[in-house]
């Protein structure tokens, strides 16, 4: 299961949460911080919500560019959102530039839909893929197929990763306390260590 590293955008002080854990920060009040990840549609902000709601419905039409996925059941997203930050499994997509977390919790089975503008196709998908770009409270998912240029940085049940602060900087990925691996998107490079 991933640690994620980062500036807690509730309290903003360093901190380090698991998938189900929270900020354990202590505020002025005496209380904990408490921040998580967004679960549930009524845990995340306006920006999760959307992206909730946009990967739990079909499209109108065909998107003009890209791929759009959606699964049938929102009830489905929040257990994927769930199921995907335990997951150990980190890979690098270099076509569109980002870490992301991957899982396939019913194996190969099918349990979303992507449709591929470009090739104008509706395909099944088993994948689950969380891109590792967004700020903390908007960390979301989206389904697809894994692609041959996927690349796998680390399967570790003893995984951390530092994400990236203010858009500047390189991701720092760790096997317990030992740095494995840096990734730098604006620069588009990434080093085993």
């Not at 854990?21 to 009524?42: V, Y």
Request: hydrophobic content about 30%; aromatic content about 10%; proline content about 6%.
């Amino acid at each position: 299961m991933a640690m994620f590293e980062f500036i807690c955008p509730r309290c903003h002080r360093a901190c380090t949460v698991g998938p189900l854990g929270t900020c354990q920060n202590i505020l002025d009040s005496g209380r904990a911080c408490d921040f998580e990840f967004a679960i549930e549609m009524e845990d995340g902000n306006r920006t999760y919500k959307v992206k909730y709601l946009k990967h739990t419905n079909p499209p109108a039409g065909m998107p003009a560019d890209g791929a759009y996925s959606w699964v049938a059941n929102s009830g489905e997203y929040a257990i994927n959102q769930q199921h995907l930050l335990m997951s150990d499994s980190l890979y690098l997509d270099p076509k569109n530039n980002y870490l992301f977390l991957w899982a396939t919790p019913s194996g190969a089975q099918p349990i979303a839909k992507v449709i591929y503008a470009d090739q104008g196709t509706v395909q099944s998908a088993s994948g689950v893929i969380m891109p590792l770009n967004s700020k903390p409270q908007n960390l979301h998912h989206h389904y697809g197929n894994h692609e041959p240029y996927f690349q796998k940085i680390s399967e570790s049940s003893n995984l951390r990763v530092e994400l990236r602060q203010g858009g500047s900087g390189e991701y720092r990925v760790y096997e317990g306390n030992t740095l494995i691996y840096t990734y730098d998107p604006v620069a588009q490079s990434g080093r085993q260590i």
